[in-house]
């Protein structure tokens, strides 16, 4: 909005519809007419847009939904009525799918025989170097501890050291920015 | 003599395939829409454009038209956007060009004229400095004279925003006069305010 800045509108503000009927009379009297009907007809021809699609009302997506639900159910037990029928009637197809399904599960479950061994083969293993590792532990224990006390003292010794060092720097250090008087000049330096 | 087609059976024939009736709806409305359009501020020699892709634009939708609303509601919807939408695009100010050359050419009647166009150029300038939601309520309401719930319904918009906006809209329209052109306030209007 140019030229005017944001102000807080109070009701006082507002000088009613009759007045803005009365500033805005003389665009009620402007009116224009054009033709422009052979224009848009001529764009039509030209383009031929299809009319948009119809939206569809707020409630036919739910319907879709359930509708491929219910059919894909409705399938799932066709499927299962027509192979149970297969099985029960002795087809020969029907055997030869059962048995290649039991040999897939029986070599599957051999598969996982085999992984479930490996498995338990390397985890008995890490059990072991775990309980030694643990053995180890505990028999350097107190040599462990000691040199961890040993290290704490040092450290300990180091900090003091280190606070005695600061300290004595702290006090023979110049004071910044403090004017001095020149002994010698007897001025200011 | 047989009646006119009403807008429903001339929105029933385009859709069934019949796209010659689109024409009849042209004529019907196209004056509608241009000054529509013009009140909404687009440069009068851009109307033509902007009312020919608003019918563009019905012509695609028309299935979406809702027939429980006038179609006069469904065409102002769309020539509001449509200026917007143009306001945007070219943000310049083509009404300067608009404003007579001399006021002394002519007699009375034309000079009254003459000082008729460019009020309404001041005008359509002043309210150029509205911003876009607070013009389009205040156009419909107070020049194209149309009533509260048609607003709200033409923006899309409850009528309790388009009350609030209308207030807004007037108190800075005031100001703005009041700032920048006071020579167009009706007589009295800073005195009293109803």
Redesign the interface.
């Known amino acids: 909005?140019?030229?005017?800045p944001m102000?807080p509108?109070t009701p006082?503000?507002?000088?009613?519809?009759?007045?803005?009927?009365?500033?805005?009379s003389?665009?009620?009297?402007?009116?224009?007419?054009?033709?422009?009907?052979r224009?848009?007809?001529l764009?039509?021809e030209a383009h031929r847009?299809a009319?948009?699609?119809?939206?569809l009302p707020g409630h036919w997506p739910g319907v879709a939904w359930a509708a491929s639900i219910g059919l894909g159910c409705a399938c799932l037990v066709l499927l299962m009525a027509t192979l149970g029928a297969m099985v029960l009637g002795g087809d020969e197809g029907a055997r030869a799918a059962w048995a290649l399904v039991t040999s897939a599960g029986q070599v599957t479950w051999g598969l996982l025989g085999r992984f479930g061994q490996a498995a338990a083969a390397f985890l008995s293993a890490s059990l072991a170097l775990l309980r030694g590792a643990y053995s180890l532990l505990d028999t350097l224990a107190p040599v462990v501890r000691g040199a961890g006390a040993l290290a704490a003292m040092t450290g300990a010794l180091s900090i003091a050291c280190s606070v005695y060092v600061f300290d004595r720097a702290r006090r023979g250090a110049p004071i910044a920015g403090q004017r001095s008087i020149d002994p010698i000049r007897g001025g200011f330096s | 003599m047989a009646s006119e087609p009403t807008d429903l059976e001339l929105v029933q024939e385009v859709?069934a395939g019949r796209?010659?009736a689109?024409?009849i709806l042209?004529?019907r409305y196209?004056?509608l829409v241009?000054?529509a359009a013009?009140?909404m501020g687009v440069p009068?020699q851009e109307?033509?454009d902007v009312?020919?892709e608003v019918?563009?634009k019905v012509?695609?939708?028309?299935?979406?038209y809702e027939p429980s609303h006038a179609l006069s509601t469904w065409l102002y919807r769309i020539t509001v956007n449509a200026a917007l939408d143009h306001k945007r695009a070219r943000r310049h100010d083509a009404r300067s060009e608009e404003i007579p050359a001399s006021l002394a050419d002519g007699g009375p009647s034309q000079l009254d004229a003459a000082a008729?166009r460019q009020?309404?150029s001041l005008?359509?300038e002043a309210l150029q400095?509205?911003?876009d939601h607070y013009r389009s309520p205040?156009?419909l309401?107070?020049?194209e004279?149309l009533p509260l719930d048609q607003v709200a319904r033409i923006l899309d918009l409850p009528e309790g925003t388009v009350k609030s906006r209308?207030?807004?809209a007037?108190?800075?329209?005031?100001?703005?006069?009041r700032?920048?052109y006071p020579g167009?306030?009706?007589e009295g209007?800073f005195e009293t305010?109803?």
């Open positions: 909005m140019k030229n005017l102000f509108v006082g503000d507002d000088p009613g519809a009759r007045w803005a009927d009365a500033l805005l003389d665009l009620r009297r402007e009116t224009l007419d054009i033709d422009v009907t224009q848009v007809m764009r039509l847009p009319p948009a699609p119809i939206p | 859709l796209v010659e689109f024409a042209i004529r196209q004056r241009a000054t013009l009140r009068r109307v033509e009312a020919s019918f563009y012509f695609r939708s028309l299935r979406r008729g009020r309404a005008l359509h400095r509205l911003p205040l156009v309401s107070h020049v004279g209308l207030f807004r007037r108190a800075m329209l005031k100001t703005i006069i700032r920048h167009l306030a009706p209007a305010s109803s």
